[in-house]
C-alpha cells in the first residue's frame, strides 16, 4: 500500500532550525513530483516547496524562501525540508505530497499523515 510518512517536527525557538523527512513506499517515488505543504490553524493549506522527479526543478513559497531547503533522495524514497531561520508563523502542520500526472488526464496524488511544527520563545 501507499504510504508517506512524516517525522522531524518539534518545538523550536525563534531563529532555530528544524529538518523534515518524507519517507514513501508503496509507488515508484522517482516518478513523482514532492512537495511540502502546511497548514495552520484557521487556514487553508497552503503549499511551501516542490522538487521534480529528479530533482532539476525546485519551487518555493515567497513566505520561505531564502529560509526552507527542499530536497529528496531517491535511492532513499524520501524527501526532506530543511527549515532554518524560523518564525513564530511557521507554526502548522506540515504534510508530505506526492503527485505524478499520467496520459489522457489522469493523475496520482497522495499525502501523508503531517508533523507538527510549533515556534515558539
Known amino acids: 500500500q501507499v504510504q ?11 531563529g532555530g532550525s528544524l529538518r523534515l523527512s518524507c519517507a514513501a513506499s508503496g509507488f515508484t517515488f522517482s516518478s513523482y513530483l514532492m512537495s511540502w505543504y502546511r497548514q495552520a490553524p484557521g487556514k487553508e493549506r497552503e503549499l511551501i516547496a ?9 519551487n518555493y513559497a515567497d513566505s520561505v524562501k531564502g529560509r526552507f531547503t ?7 524514497s524520501t524527501v526532506y525540508l530543511q527549515m532554518n531561520s524560523l518564525k513564530p508563523e511557521d507554526t502548522a502542520v506540515y504534510y508530505c505530497n ?23 520563545s
Open 98 to 120: 506526492a503527485y505524478r500526472t499520467l496520459f489522457l488526464s489522469k493523475s496520482s496524488n497522495y499525502w501523508g499523515q503531517g508533523t507538527q511544527v510549533t515556534v515558539s
Open 4 to 14: 508517506l510518512v512524516e517525522s522531524g517536527g518539534g518545538l523550536v525557538q525563534p
Open 70 to 76: 527542499i530536497s529528496r533522495d531517491n535511492a532513499k
Open 50 to 58: 516542490s522538487i521534480s522527479s529528479q530533482g532539476a526543478t525546485i
